[in-house]
């Protein structure tokens, strides 16, 4: 009984090749899919992180517009810009709140 050479196995490799080529194209394709069938956002704002939002907040800050971000992967987000009327109004918020968390602490 002779083996076979690995030459005359090079059919078989190539098409083994191929076939693990549309397995990998089509896993791909399903996952691209996935990607854009994922949920739309018909409310930006209930996506905005609500503890980000209130921390700010809490700072003095309001609203000042919502974007929408182009991500270079793909997708996009909505991006929040908190304002403030005054600088100095966030730095006296900050060290309010900053002295009452030391209060707090024991000694």
């Known amino acids: 009984m002779t083996q076979p050479r690995v030459a005359d196995d090079f059919a078989m490799i ?7 080529r549309r397995e990998r194209e ?9 990607k ?7 409310n ?3 996506y905005w992180s609500q503890p980000a939002r209130s921390f700010y907040e809490r700072l003095g800050a309001v609203h000042a517009e919502t974007k929408e971000l182009e991500h270079p992967g793909g997708g996009s987000s909505a991006s929040w810009r908190m304002v403030w009327a005054r ?3 966030l730095r006296l918020r900050a060290d309010a709140l900053s002295n009452k968390t030391n209060s707090r602490r024991p000694t």
């Open 14 to 20: 190539r098409a083994r090749m191929e076939e693990l």
């Open 44 to 46: 930006r704002n209930a």
């Open 87 to 89: 600088p100095i109004d």
């Open 26 to 34: 089509a896993a791909d394709a399903t996952e691209s899919e996935a």
């Open 36 to 42: 854009s069938d994922a949920p739309t956002r018909s």
